[in-house]
């Protein structure tokens, strides 16, 4: 267990810590919430680092980083929904997406075949994180709506194209 997957399992502990935060209605709850989100983003990046720098790549963090990455946002996104603070039907599309992308993952692997994440997928990752941000964040002015919008929209084209770009690539894991 190296030091890059030591962090990715530190963001699987924040993950229930953050949800826990969010859904509080004590104060200060949401940017603790907000705060722990966005230390557990940055540590996806760390761990990436990490790995690819010190050749510490392993089968494990190549599988586990991008899962945990789905866990931290889509858990957030449905809390959201519970909130009333984002659309369910953006939820979906960007689980829908997940499941595609993690399905062909786990068929890759029965067939020992890692599939390591790709620049449309972190581009992907990334703009799921900053709407996500946002959208916890909560702040109701114009600009701010206008740009929780925007953000929003960036990050479902990119799930969607991402996800259908990465299902186009690696359609021969599916051979019988």
């Known amino acids: 267990m190296n030091l890059p997957n030591k962090i990715t399992l530190v963001r699987v502990i924040l993950i229930p810590i953050c949800i826990l935060m969010l859904l509080s209605n004590l104060p200060f709850t949401r940017i603790l919430a907000v705060i722990i989100f966005i230390v557990a983003s940055l540590t996806d990046a760390l761990d990436g680092y990490i790995a690819r720098s010190q ?11 991008p899962l945990v990455d789905k ?8 809390a959201l929904v519970q ?3 984002l659309s369910c039907w953006v939820v979906i599309i960007i689980i829908w997406r997940e499941f595609i992308v993690t399905g062909f993952r786990l068929t890759a692997v029965s067939e020992n075949v890692v599939i390591p994440a790709n620049n449309l997928g972190k581009i992907k990752t990334v703009l799921q994180m900053i709407m996500t941000i946002i959208v916890m964040l909560d702040l109701k002015n114009d600009y701010m709506i206008v740009i929780k919008y925007i953000f929003i929209g960036a990050a479902l084209i990119f799930t969607i194209v ?7 690539k690696n359609r021969g894991v599916l051979k019988e």
Do not use: E, Q
Not at 58 to 63: A, D, L, Q
Not at 162 to 168: F, L, N, P
């Open 55 to 65: 050749n510490l790549i392993t089968n494990f963090g190549k599988f586990m980083d």
């Open 71 to 78: 866990l931290l946002v889509n858990s957030v996104l449905i």
């Open 83 to 85: 909130m009333r603070n």
């Open 162 to 168: 991402s996800g259908c770009d990465y299902v186009y």
